[in-house]
């Protein structure tokens, strides 16, 4: 891996990852959930904000926060994951935000379903799309723009506006005072600081829809958008760390290996460990069911047979037959880079403190 | 400034910063506090959890979470910074975690005052300093550790031993369930996990206390401890930024300029700010006073006469006479670099979306 710019640098001590041994825990606790924020944090007043709905609509909607929270609530267990995420273990390194494995986070969020709200507007015969715009701005590849994304309409059967995550109102960095939330795709389909829906009949042609978040082999391909979350599985790295290195060392002897899979395709299926750096793989296993759009839990024992260096993975499979790859393929723009995750690991006859 | 490595963006992934919008909050939102977690952060279960007072003192005590929380409650806002603070930013930089300038926050802590608790254990005569001892545990310079800092009784007198945070239990990242917090002093100060707290003698010698955080202007330099924060004025970097430069763009007008300012051994007694890089200055206006350990904040409205480039920077003096530094002198370990900020400005004539 070639070293990280000033500018991968901002963004890296910006937008923070999860430290993974918070896989340890079914939903993230606050603060520990993964964190990409384009532009700024906008200031939003929640007395003066409200949500339009308009368009390609019968009804147009002006909602307030609390005409939202009046209505019936939905709550969903969701874990989200950033596109990006891998992208600064591709090789070589696309520059954008410098993802190792950490874009990650699962949430309890509760708000509005989104089909009922949009049932309520009715969506006019030709619509297609329904475009999210973000209290959120900037300039990106010299375009002055808002954040905004767009959703198929027949994609937005499972989503949410939500105002609450983990049972309390949204931060201001996850997008207080609504936002989107669209289980099994990969998180910039998540617009925060929800300002506008628009219902429209032409594909959105946006720079975060039809530039940014595509699946590229070189500059001149068209590319595919990035939609779902592919498979992936990740482990608490066993034992302690090194400070600076982050080496992990463990004692010789049963080590209960832990983590998360997830896939925004289908339900986990199953998750594989090996020793030798994916040269022999052993079943692991899986926990509860937390419910079809949150992370699943699986073990392992691992007994080392003797002290020594061990590479430690994992990889994930779903129910679509859909298998994580130990080398994904590198791509333009560092999306979508589920490799599996190598943890060298210093096993030692001698106990730890 | 030269590359980032591997090593330094795992540490920047895992430990996150204050993005510098979040000047705005007198409190820092929950999960905007900056953090620097030198290990993993530790699975600690709450029932079986004891504070440990031992040591050289008459009564030795052992306390359940509940029993801190049936005595007498202290809260304080207090602004906690990283020693490491501006690290990278040093040319040639210490090669640590590396951080630029958010390594910062502010928070609410609630819990039950040090001085009160050791009052009650009764050091003898003799003892001159406490040790506290966190569950995080690690390997550093080749020396496996837990997380232990120590401070003299003479400075114990402002701390607390703090259960909750903005309002609620301390989340696992900020050290559930108690913590120290010194306030006024560098964030490594403020011992996360607090499983012991050792009354002792002779001065304590561990890695964290005798070895690291020292400033040393060169390797042969034995270096004296970090101890209190030095002064610091930060503002929010004004207008829009580009998302991969994070460069901002203002429109030629009046700009509002908003920012807080602090310093561990005085109450702030004003802040400067320039646009010109550091030629000339001009005196902010002072927000109300939070508190002697919170920050202050500060206003200065900016009115550039034309469209162009600026460098907008901003300085902070303390009561006790001590004045922030346009650069601060290098050392070792990357200690304590309150250089001003610099903040690229665009001015253009056009309107912004």
Known sequence: MGD???????????????????????????????????????????????????????????????????????????????????????????????????????????????????AEAAPLPGATEVVFSGLDRGIEKEIEQHFRRSLP????????????????????????????????????????????????????????????????????????PLTRMAPRALMVPPGIPEFFTRARTVSLGDVELEGRAWSGHAPIAGVEVSDDGGESWAEAELGEDGGRWAWRSWNYVWRPQAAGEYVLSCRARDEAGNVQPVDAPWNVGGYSNNSVQRVSVTVTARDLL
Not at 156 to 181: K, S
Request: proline fraction near 7%; hydrophobic fraction near 40%; charged fraction near 20%.
């Open 153 to 224: 309409l027949t994609e937005t059967t499972d989503a949410l506006l939500a105002y609450e995550m983990n049972g309390a109102p949204l931060l201001p960095q996850h997008g207080f005072p609504l936002r989107l939330v669209v289980p099994g795709w990969y998180g910039m389909t998540n617009v925060k600081w929800l300002d506008t829906i628009d219902v429209v009949v032409q594909p959105f042609e946006g720079f975060q829809q039809a530039t940014a978040y595509h699946f590229r082999h070189d500059d001149d391909d068209e590319g595919r």
């Open 4 to 118: 990280i710019s000033l500018e991968e640098l901002q963004l890296a001590t910006r937008n923070h990852g999860m430290p993974l041994e918070a896989l340890r825990y079914d939903v993230t606790p606050v603060g520990l959930h993964y964190l990409l924020i384009h532009y700024d944090i906008p200031a939003v007043d929640p007395q003066s904000w409200t949500l339009t709905v308009r368009g390609t609509v019968q009804n147009s909607l002006e909602l307030t926060l609390d005409e939202l929270r009046a209505r019936p609530a939905v709550e969903m267990t969701v874990t989200m994951e950033c596109a990006g995420n891998g992208r600064a273990r591709f090789d070589p390194r696309p520059v954008s935000q410098p993802w190792l494995s950490e874009a990650i986070g699962t949430a309890r969020w509760r708000g509005v379903s989104l089909p009922s709200l949009l």
